[in-house]
C-alpha cells in the first residue's frame, strides 16, 4: 500500500509556480502514493519570522498545524526547501512554550519532508532508473535552505544520476544565490552582485536548463538572467521528473 501524503503547496509555488505543484502531485502518485491537499493551508509563517516578526510568525504557525494536523495521512511533502526548513526548525521553536501547541508543532515537523528528500529518503526512488527528460545541458543549484535538511551531494545527485541527462556540475555551488529571504529586500546592491556571480557560474557551464528547487531562488537567478540575456530555462526538480516520466502533457 502506497504512502498518504499532503501536499504543502507553499505561497510562491501557489501564487507564482502552480505547475510545479501539479508536478510534485503527479510524481508522487506516479510512486503510489495517495496525495491529498489540506485547503485550510495558507503561509507556514516564514517571511514574518525571517523579519523579526515572531509572534506572527507563531501565530501562522499555529493555523498551519491546524491545517495538518490531521489522522488521515502520514507525511507532509512541499517543494520547497525553505518551508520545510521553517516547520521542521523553527516552528517547534517558535511554540516550545506554549501549553497547546508545542507537541503538535514537533509531529508535524517529524513528518513533513522536503519532496526531493521524500522520494530519496521515503520512498526510496531510484534515479538512475528515470528519464532526463530532455537532451538539453543541465545544472543544478543547490539552496542555502536545504542546509540542515539535505547534503549538497545527496541533493545534485537527485539531478545528476538520472538516465541519460548530460549534467553540468555548477562551481562554487553552495554559494547563495543572493535571495536569502528578506536578504534580498534590505540589501539589494549586495544580492544583487551575489545573483550576478550565480547567473556568471550558470553560463559558465553551457547548461540550457537550471535545475532549482526553491521558488525564490529560481525567480531571483531567473530574472537576472534574463536581464543579461542568459538563455537559461529554470524548471524544479518536480517537472524535470514529471517531464522523464511522461506525466506532464505541456512543455514550457
Known amino acids: 500500500m502506497g504512502k498518504s501524503v499532503a501536499l504543502f ?5 501557489d501564487t507564482f509556480a502552480p505547475r510545479v505543484g501539479v508536478a510534485v502531485v503527479r510524481v508522487l502518485r506516479h510512486f503510489g502514493c495517495d496525495v491529498r491537499f489540506p485547503e485550510g493551508q495558507t503561509c507556514c509563517g516564514q517571511p514574518a519570522y525571517n523579519n523579526g516578526f515572531h ?3 507563531a501565530a501562522q504557525g499555529r493555523r498551519m498545524i491546524d491545517a495538518f494536523d490531521f489522522a488521515d495521512y502520514e507525511h507532509v511533502v512541499t517543494p520547497s526547501g525553505s518551508c520545510a526548513a521553517m516547520v521542521k526548525h523553527h516552528l517547534p521553536e517558535l511554540l516550545a512554550d506554549d501549553a497547546e501547541y508545542a507537541e503538535r508543532s514537533w509531529r508535524l515537523a517529524e513528518r513533513t519532508y522536503e519532496f526531493g528528500t ?5 520512498l526510496h526512488v531510484d534515479f538512475t532508473q528515470i528519464p532526463a527528460g530532455t537532451s538539453r545541458p543541465v545544472t543544478y543549484h543547490y539552496s542555502c535552505h536545504l542546509r540542515g535538511i539535505q547534503t549538497i551531494e545527496g541533493a545534485s545527485a537527485q539531478v545528476s544520476r538520472l538516465a ?3 549534467y553540468r556540475p555548477l562551481a562554487q555551488i553552495e554559494q547563495c544565490c543572493g535571495f536569502g529571504g528578506a536578504f534580498g529586500a534590505v540589501f539589494p546592491g549586495i544580492s544583487n552582485a551575489m545573483s550576478q556571480d550565480k547567473v556568471t557560474a550558470i553560463a559558465a557551464t553551457g547548461a540550457e536548463v537550471a535545475v532549482v ?7 531571483t ?11 537559461v530555462q529554470f524548471k524544479h526538480l518536480a517537472e524535470l521528473l514529471a517531464e522523464g516520466l511522461g506525466l506532464m502533457d505541456d512543455q514550457p
Open 55 to 57: 509572534r506572527e510568525a
Open 164 to 166: 541519460g541527462i548530460d
Open 213 to 219: 528547487n526553491e521558488a525564490g531562488c529560481s525567480f
Open 221 to 231: 537567478i531567473e530574472g537576472t538572467a534574463r536581464r543579461r540575456s542568459v538563455s
Open 9 to 13: 503547496v507553499t505561497c510562491l509555488t
Open 118 to 122: 521524500f522520494l530519496a529518503d521515503v
